[in-house]
């Protein structure tokens, strides 16, 4: 079957740097897609990666690595303004998105 | 402004009842999405249509179906036959291609009573 993990919810202090992961299982790769999601609210773009490395954007970067099967995405300078679900997804051999079930970031002052 | 509207935000329908879900978008995507959202799960695929008077089933389509008339539209109908239709439904629409990224609408919150 096909998995994407991601861990539930993660604390970080406002000003601070948060690393979240994600790991994927899936049939196939065509590239992993990260989301922002505030409560209640519609999914933002935040990253493509289809090639290994680092994609740096501003005050986030996203990494890929196809052979071990992970990513992450990189917040610095943290605002409380990050605090939000994070939704990591990925494109199978079908252009499926297969979605994590997205990590809660709460940033305390 | 280009974007795409999903409406009404609450919807409160009794058990039983079919209740549509609007869809709309002004960007000129040519792929429309439906998911559905859980707590403590991932986004999943409803329904999905790339062209107009097409469209193909999601992970799970039992009970729901949809129209694409138009390319700007694709309502989805919550029937009946769903047997646990409270949930958060989201729409989403993008060019064809592998890059592209999903532009969202803000989501309807759907309460069965």
């Known amino acids: 079957g096909q998995n994407i993990d991601q861990p539930t919810e993660m604390t970080a202090t406002e000003g601070a740097i948060v690393q979240i992961n994600c790991t994927y299982q899936?049939?196939?790769?065509?590239?992993l897609f990260w989301y922002q999601q505030h409560a209640g609210e519609a999914p933002t773009f935040l990253s493509y990666?289809?090639l290994d490395g680092l994609e740096e954007k501003g005050r986030f970067s996203s990494f890929l690595s196809r052979s071990k099967g992970y990513s992450y995405l990189l917040l610095k300078e943290l605002q409380m303004k990050d605090s939000a679900s994070y939704l990591c997804?990925?494109?199978?051999?079908?252009?499926?998105?297969?979605w994590g079930a997205g990590t809660k970031l709460i940033i305390k002052p | 402004d280009g974007g795409i509207t999903q409406s009404p935000k609450y919807l409160f329908r009794k058990e039983g009842q079919n209740v549509t879900l609007s869809c709309e978008q002004n960007?000129?995507?040519?792929?429309m999405y439906w998911y559905r959202q859980d707590p403590g799960q991932g986004l999943r695929l409803i329904y999905y249509?790339?062209?107009?008077?097409?469209?193909q089933k999601g992970d799970i389509a039992e009970g729901y179906s949809v129209s694409r008339e138009k390319k700007e539209s694709f309502p989805l109908t919550v029937t009946s036959a769903q047997k646990n239709p409270t949930a958060f439904y989201l729409c989403?629409?993008?060019?064809?291609?592998?890059?592209?990224?999903?532009?969202f609408g803000q989501g309807t919150r759907l309460t069965v009573v």
């Open positions: 989403a629409s993008s060019i064809l291609e592998i890059s592209a990224e999903a532009f």
């Open positions: 997804a990925v494109l199978d051999s079908n252009y499926q998105l297969i």
């Open positions: 990666n289809v």
């Open positions: 960007l000129n995507h040519d792929a």
């Open positions: 249509s790339q062209i107009v008077n097409d469209f």
């Open positions: 899936t049939s196939g790769f065509n590239g």
